[in-house]
């Protein structure tokens, strides 16, 4: 047992648990819902260059520091981001407010709608098996009558708020890790069977094509900037899930080779996803850039008239849902940890409690699709990209340098090669191009 499990505040009980709660997190419905539609909007191939090349130069730079800071600090954002940035005085004072402040704001108001639309996946499964019954006037008549029906979709949402305060009142070892071991490989076989699937049946190579080759004309500023602020939700950054989630780990040791495993799964498995989608879109003669709908109403649609149809749809709302569960307790942990670090309230009786807050607070997007599009921006423009930029500028030019490089000096030579380029990307790439966001986000271009 590690000495952080026995000190009582819990921690990861193995490398690979940590990696498979930190892939959790950061494979959800940014994956399997959100990046195939946007994908699909903004014509595929180059938009999805443009996205890698975001998660190379803006996610994996900010996924280390994140878990650098976390690990270091030990704590809740709040307390990790104060013990590093102590001794940068007033530059440190406000980045560990700003940091911790719009942490625990996107923690509540991002899983507040996330639980929402991943409660609408709860009640597609149960359409799937059986339980609930879908529309005799087809899948936009089947989403309506959900999305439009505000008490329907309360009830997912509490069913789905269910879950995640569940294993996250059950402990980090107990619970989140427990959990991530079951669910990740879970959907990883699931994923394959559906590529598989899809792989005898057609159109995968549609699918691929749509993926994979690029055309730059299709590409526009817009589409850029979309995949520069998906690459930040995708990856749970921007707003100390990864910080927190750091700081249950007992070394640094493998820190480097970690985010590098979470940006690889976490991009395959959107890879994965988008292929599996659109390779039943183009089978169908179906559109590709239906939007948010993509998923809820044509993927349904379209399910319904494939062969072996019934078992693929109950395959894939289990997908979309076991994501978005190891996601959900991620966005909750991050405001548990601070009540239990810094409050010293007990972890289930936190978690009940925040986890009720955010279940009022996911009410009225629940009930107002408008809402939950206010709060979707809100978090998504604003908030993680804000966060994202305030722990980049403190990683690089607030941290000391054996806090910022810890990670690296554990790599075979030092990794001083490594360590240089990432100091130099968290300093100035990184902050840029968040920068260009946010810019994009208020309406400067
Ligand atoms: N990364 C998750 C997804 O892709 C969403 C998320 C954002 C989770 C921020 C935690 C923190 O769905």
Known sequence: MSKEIRSGRGGFGTDMGFVLAAAGSAVGLGNIWKFPYITGEYGGGAFVLVYLGCIALVGMPLLYAEMIIGRRGGKDVFDSMSTLTAQAGLPGRLATWGVGLLSV????????????????????????????????????????????????????????????????????????????????????????????YVGATGGLGSAATFLFRPDFSKLSAGAVLEALGHAFFTLSLGMGAMMTYGSYLQSDRHVVRDQLAVAILDTVIALAAGLVIFAVVFSM????????????????????????????????????????????????????????????????????????????????????????DFMDDLTTRYMLPTGGLLIALSAGWLLERADREAGFRALPGGGAMLAAGWTFTIRFLTPILVLLVLLNGIGAF
């Open 285 to 372: 003669n179906a559109e590709p850039g239906a939007g948010p709908g993509l998923v809820f109403i044509t993927l349904p649609g379209l399910f319904a008239r494939i062969p072996g149809g019934g078992l693929v749809s109950i395959a894939f709302f289990v997908l979309l849902v076991v994501a978005a569960w190891s996601s959900g307790i991620s966005l909750l942990e991050v405001v548990v940890a601070l009540g239990v670090d810094r409050f010293g309230w007990r972890r289930r009786d936190a978690a009940i409690v925040l986890g009720i807050l955010i279940w009022a607070l996911g009410l009225p997007s629940a009930y107002s699709s408008g809402f939950l």
């Open 105 to 196: 704001g996107s923690g509540f108001f991002i899983l507040s709608f996330y639980s929402v639309v991943a409660g609408w996946a709860v009640h597609f499964v149960s359409i799937a098996v059986g339980v609930s019954r879908a529309s005799p006037a087809g899948s936009q008549a089947t989403f309506t009558a959900l999305a439009g029906n505000g008490l329907l979709s309360a009830w997912w949402h509490t069913v789905f708020m269910a879950l995640v305060v569940g294993v996250v009142a059950a402990g980090i070892h107990s619970g989140i890790e427990r959990a991530c071991k079951i669910l990740m490989p879970a959907l990883m076989a699931i994923l394959l069977l559906l590529l598989l």
